[in-house]
């Protein structure tokens, strides 16, 4: 399995792909990516999709941030990446709306399935960087309802490697159970986000951040007032000022790894 820090980094330069170490024979582009706007491509997996945005502007030279972004539980639900879209303003992120490996885990979050999810994402930004340049030390996991409970699983096993969590409508999947060890999870940014009226996820949302903050955990947490579940899903697309504090948790955690990268060269 290719790990979130294995993936090769690539550089458009002169219409050529330079890579600085090899994943394998086969990484070729395979997907048809446009800068500034959405584009689907087919994709192994339940829904046999996932959705890609590039931002209209080049990439850093480390190459994009990335925030794959996992979606709720809905018979009719495909990837998407509306909310992301919003809170970023389609600026400076590589977007993608992750599909699920499985039924069976979509719907269940079984943890006997996760190292097959964590190999689907790692082939997802494996044919992705295959593409565009991104920032193989920055890539967040992002996701709403049942794609937050996802990511909170997926996450915890990758903690050195996941640039933090976005939790929104959601929390921690296996509440007290299978906890991360306090030293991995010390100063990890995890980002929850909730309607206050939201009768079944607000509690959980509100005692997983206070448990991720007892283990050690770096946990921002916003309320989003006079809205339920389902108006949750819409709260930063109806007002994209909602997103503004969103955005300053992403870009703070960005600027973060970026100068601890730095140090850490020596440069």
Request: glycine residues 10%; charged residues 20%; proline residues 4%.
């Amino acid at each position: 399995m290719i790990s979130i820090r294995s993936i090769c980094r690539f550089a458009i330069a002169s219409a050529l792909l330079a890579c600085s170490q090899t994943v394998g024979a086969d990484n070729a582009c395979d997907f048809t990516l446009v800068d500034g706007e959405i584009t689907e491509h087919k994709f192994s997996g339940f829904h046999g999709s996932l959705r890609v945005f590039v931002p209209a502007e080049p990439p850093p030279e480390a190459g994009y941030p990335v925030i794959a972004y996992y979606h709720g539980w809905s018979t009719g639900l495909k990837p998407n990446l509306r909310i992301m879209r919003a809170v970023t303003g389609g600026k400076d992120y590589l977007l993608i709306g992750m599909s699920y490996r499985s039924r069976h885990f979509y719907q269940e979050l079984d943890r006997k399935s996760l190292r097959k999810e964590q190999a689907h994402l790692d082939r997802a930004l494996e044919d992705v960087a295959a593409c565009r340049s991104i920032n193989q030390d920055v890539v967040f996991l992002a996701g709403y309802s049942q794609g937050g409970y996802a990511i909170s699983m997926l996450g915890e096993q990758r903690i050195d490697e996941v640039a933090g969590l976005v939790l929104l409508g959601s929390g921690r999947r296996l509440a007290k159970m299978y906890l991360p060890d306090e030293n991995q999870i010390s100063d990890w940014p995890i980002f929850v986000g909730v309607g206050e009226n939201d009768q079944r996820h607000f509690p959980i949302a509100d005692n997983s951040a206070k448990l991720y903050a007892l283990l050690g955990a770096e946990v921002s947490m916003e309320t989003w007032p006079d809205t339920d579940h389902f108006q949750g899903w819409a709260w930063y697309q109806k007002d994209p000022q909602r997103g503004a504090g969103l955005k300053a948790w992403l870009d703070n955690v960005v600027a973060r790894r970026m100068r601890a990268a730095v140090a850490g060269s020596g440069e």
